[in-house]
């Protein structure tokens, strides 16, 4: 009896995972290793609650969500942040809400694209109200310039993200000019005048 439900077992495995396709052909095989037809109906049962909990944690794993995390909510996710000409640091990940910038200090304007993670990412950008994919102007002044992106679940309004850039104006470019110019004049005018009055006797 004991053989019998660890061989059902390994038949429920079995066709949990897709390893063994159940054919006429199977059934007289397990007929001859003792295994009735009550076993077979009991790996099916095994094996499709063994494949509806495996389909639950790739959901799971899909949405972002592991046991006692609350799922992630994707409508208050960024697909892509790309500004003109600039590189994030690091590099955009839509679950990294803080990033720095470099650009050189000649620039006073520059063009920023945000995207949202889906149709219901409703944003704003420093209070403004964009449209997803859309590129706008970014108007850049002082040293350091701080850029505040809110993303918000348009079904719940009570469910926000907020995304932020620190944007450093200097300068991007390492350039060493020296320039040593050195002129030693070293003028010696020693003028010696001897006056000797020799009184020839």
Known sequence: MASKTILTIILA???ATGCSNHTDEDRDHYKESEVSDSDLVAATIIANQIAEEKKKEDEKEKNGESEGIKPLNQNILLKNIVIDSVKLDPWFDSRETFYEAKIDSSVTNTYITVVGQTENSLLEMDGASIQSGKTYRLSLSGEIQMVKIVV??????????TYRIQITRGNTNTNTNTNTNTNTNTNTNTNTNTDRDTDNE
């Not at 918000?152 to 993200?161: E, G, H, I, R």
């Open 152 to 161: 918000t679940d348009k079904s719940d309004n009570s469910y926000f993200n």
């Open 13 to 15: 495995v079995l066709l």
